[in-house]
């Protein structure tokens, strides 16, 4: 175990779709609104892709927050045949924000927690998003039981997003740790995964929707669900 051989390192996690399943509270927002037949997942996958396309124009002033989330909901819609009003597109974001409200993390997320605890290893967070939305994620799902306030990182307070290294740096001057003792746990190809090999972390990457494999990324462990992640993260413990 971590503790036999005197060896500290540092889990930092994502928050959405890594802590907790971000498509609960999004799929149960359209159906309390919405009585037409739509394939969630797909639904799920191509807002948080078009979430992407307009991050940086929702960070920079380009769009107003209201824009930006009727835009990923209407666009998504959209694209399964599904017409969504302005109107319509921004009751499910409201809707969807009173459910994030509600979060929980799974009993399998809150043993990996305790586990790591357990062993004393150094716990962080690096989310992507508006400080106060992201933090009230963070009061909802009750981390700071695990996670020290002050290792826990919102990228509306820093003015910095994934996958940029410069949050990972800050990071890891909070953890004081070499890289070489540092994963990261996420879900995100493009700002999780890239993100943690630009700062010469180790990726566990949490692949819920069975995505390609990309050649160019460096993937130490790939984790289907957090009962998987809690077994890669044992194993790491026995090393």
């Keep these: 175990m971590v503790s036999k051989e005197n060896r500290m390192i540092g889990l930092v996690f994502d928050v959405d779709d890594t802590l907790y399943e971000q498509i609960v509270p999004f799929e149960n927002a359209y159906k309390s609104l919405f009585d037409m037949d739509i394939d ?51 009751n499910m974001q409201k809707e969807y924000k009173k459910n994030q409200q509600k979060l929980q993390m799974s009993d399998i997320t809150r043993s990996i927690l305790e586990l790591a605890k357990e062993n004393n290893v150094k716990l962080g967070i690096i989310t992507n998003g508006p400080s106060e939305h992201q933090w009230s994620k963070v009061k909802a799902l009750g981390v700071e039981k695990w996670i020290d306030r002050k290792n826990i990182i919102v990228s509306g307070d820093y003015g910095i997003n994934k996958p940029d290294v410069r949050i990972f740096e800050i990071m890891q001057e909070k953890l004081q740790l070499p890289n070489d003792s540092l994963y990261y746990i996420g879900d995100s190809l493009e700002n999780d995964i890239v993100g943690a090999n630009n700062a010469g972390w180790k990726a566990i990457w949490i692949n819920r929707y069975k995505k390609k494999i990309p050649e160019n990324a460096y993937i130490y462990k790939i984790a289907e669900n957090n009962a998987k992640l809690f077994e890669i993260i044992s194993e790491i413990f026995e090393k």
């Excluded at 969630?40 to 920079?60: G, P």
């Design 40 to 90: 969630m997942e797909k639904f799920y996958l191509l807002s948080r892709y078009y979430s992407d396309v307009k991050f940086e124009d929702s960070r920079n002033g380009e769009m107003t927050m209201d824009e930006y989330h009727i835009y990923r909901i209407q666009e998504a819609a959209k694209d399964l045949g599904v017409c969504l009003s302005d109107e319509q597109a921004l």
